[in-house]
């Protein structure tokens, strides 16, 4: 198998089309008892804005998520997660993200879902807003990457 | 959002699709150093044999994976493990099982890794065996469901 590992720039190929596709992300987190926990999400990247000029681009992964849901309370005692996406087009070709949440916000948190759901469910406007929902974006710094190339390609084209 | 926890019977509507479909489950482990880990991977579900008449039946969650590959690593320190599965009909209804490695055996597995190739592949034969690989099946006990319904269905069909 060919694998692929360490730090990688996402925002190019074959990185990049699992974050731009319509396929979920399922992150992983540890619950407070110590046993994992994983959620489908949502996924989306951006790259950072550079603080001095000549520094490296730096990419952020963003997940919306809401306020006291488990994977926000999660994170917010222990930052570690890891983000296992499959590819819509073969999903023996897969993408693990280890990295950690170095920061959360709200702010421009129901712009940034509104554009998720654009994406994902060609809605104009996320569904599921409500004033009893508090958004917040969370920015994980990838850490390190696993890839796995397309494979069992003919049996899928022969299963079309 | 209409939500059902505890504990129910997988085998029936409508847990039972998300067990015999092609989707994958996400499983969710933790890493020796208390980070959480997220790997792709094809599952089965079955009913365990009653041991005593008039026992319930208990359903075991099985999922074949090999030796020392991270996940038989991490469930053989802490056996507590997170599985996530979407629908492939519709990605937003969803099921979360929250269980525990009750058992780990390499009988029957490689027979067993060729019974899913058959339904995710329609493979005769699982197309990756090899000599140095040792199969193991992961028997899992469920301990927990969350299960989320279908959503978004009228995105979903527009969007087709």
Not at 46 to 54: A, M, Q
Not at 122 to 135: I, Q
């Amino acid at each position: 198998m060919n694998k692929q590992q360490g730090s990688k720039n996402l925002l190019t190929e074959p990185f990049i089309k699992f974050f731009r596709g319509k396929n979920f992300a399922f992150l992983g987190t540890v619950n407070k008892d110590g046993s994992p926990q994983v959620t489908p999400t949502w996924i989306d990247i951006v790259e950072k804005e550079k603080e001095k000029e000549g520094e490296d681009h730096e990419q952020i992964i963003l997940i919306n998520t809401a306020k006291d849901r488990i994977k926000q309370k999660n994170v917010s005692k222990n930052p570690r997660v890891s983000i296992s996406i499959v590819d819509e087009d073969n999903p023996y070709s897969m993408i693990t993200v280890k990295g950690r949440v170095i920061e959360q916000t709200t702010k421009g948190a129901d712009e940034h879902i509104d554009k998720l759901a654009k994406r994902y469910l060609n809605a104009d406007k996320y569904p599921a807003h409500s004033p009893d929902v508090k958004r917040i974006i969370l920015k994980i710094k990838p850490e390190k990457i696993f890839y796995i190339p397309p494979r069992y390609t003919e049996y899928l084209q022969k299963n079309k």
